[in-house]
């Protein structure tokens, strides 16, 4: 089955980029370097809210 053109545009993508694999770092390198892959747009959101609950000592961010 052929790939999907956006998932092979991602992989050559992120292949361009010449990144170790994840498994071949330290935790810390492999975090460092998946803030520099790209990554797909989410999804539009239609709103955001700034609420509070009430909480023991006052309201609480949610």
């Known amino acids: 089955m052929p790939l ?3 998932v092979k545009q991602v992989m050559e993508s992120v292949a361009a ?3 170790p694999a ?3 770092v330290s935790p810390e390198e ?3 370097n998946a803030k520099i ?3 797909a747009p989410g999804p ?3 709103k955001v809210e700034d ?3 009430p ?3 006052g309201g609480l961010p949610v």
């Open 4 to 6: 999907d053109p956006q």
């Open 17 to 19: 980029l010449g990144l």
């Open 22 to 24: 994840a498994h071949t």
């Open 30 to 32: 492999a975090r460092a």
């Open 37 to 39: 892959r790209p990554r």
């Open 44 to 46: 539009e959101v239609a």
């Open 51 to 53: 609420r509070t609950i």
């Open 55 to 57: 909480g023991p000592d």
